[in-house]
């Protein structure tokens, strides 16, 4: 079945630490999206990709980094500029264009400090 | 800035009854969907609302749109138990498909 990879489920960083959050994706979506949750909060958006080798910022983007190397993976690292890391995230996709498809969701990671 | 309130942020009910959930925007878009989250998991889209005056219906849950006055409504009839989540709107207005997201509603079902 096609879906959305996360990995891993639950993650816990070091103070001064970079981490790296796993996003696979077998669609075949062009557009790809990482979005942040606090609790009993929205989604907020951190980056997004149309295409391979193209990224944009979105509104929370400071402390993060991402990469689009591969058209089915889209990581997500959350580096120690990220000051308050503690948070659920979520990893989209869509086929891209101008579709009006629903974004597709993983089963998200929860990040926290140790 | 494009911003998505969401009312009520909590709703308890007894099953049975009926009650909407009202999702208001600030800027115009012809573009709204209806996302349902269960504790701790992802997200699963129930409804994509495209124009004014659309409406969906998928089983107790009913979805409209209403572009003039930048308002979706989320209506649930006879709710039960199976129903309790979180709902979140969220709004679609550039054409790079970044979406918005409301808060989010969080429905009890009370037997």
């Known amino acids: 079945d096609g879906g959305i990879t996360q990995s891993p489920k639950y993650l816990f960083r070091k103070e001064g630490q970079n981490v790296t959050l796993s996003c696979e994706q077998n669609l075949n979506h062009d557009a790809m999206y990482w979005y942040r949750q606090d609790p009993g909060q929205g989604l907020r958006l951190i980056y997004y990709s149309q295409i391979v080798n193209d990224f944009q910022k979105g509104d929370i983007a400071e402390g993060y980094s991402v990469s689009r190397e591969k058209k089915e993976s889209f990581p997500l690292t959350v580096t120690s500029a990220q000051k308050n890391p503690t948070a659920f995230y979520l990893c989209?996709?869509?086929?891209?264009?101008?579709?009006?498809?629903?974004?597709?969701f993983g089963d998200g990671t929860r990040l926290s400090i140790l | 800035e494009l911003k998505v309130e969401q009312n009520p942020l909590f709703l308890s009910m007894q099953e049975g009854k009926n009650y909407t959930i009202y999702c208001n925007y600030s800027t115009t878009s012809d573009r709204l969907y209806w996302y349902r989250q269960d504790p701790g998991k992802s997200l699963e889209s129930l409804f994509v609302l495209l124009s004014n005056g659309a409406v969906k219906q998928e089983g107790r849950l009913m979805a409209s749109l209403d572009t003039k006055a930048r308002l979706s409504t989320l209506h649930i009839t006879a709710a039960v138990h199976d129903l309790s989540a979180t709902y979140f709107c969220a709004v679609d207005v550039f054409t790079a498909r970044q979406l918005t997201f409301g808060s989010g509603t969080q429905l009890t079902v009370l037997p």
């Open positions: 989209a996709s869509t086929i891209g264009g101008e579709t009006n498809q629903p974004q597709h």
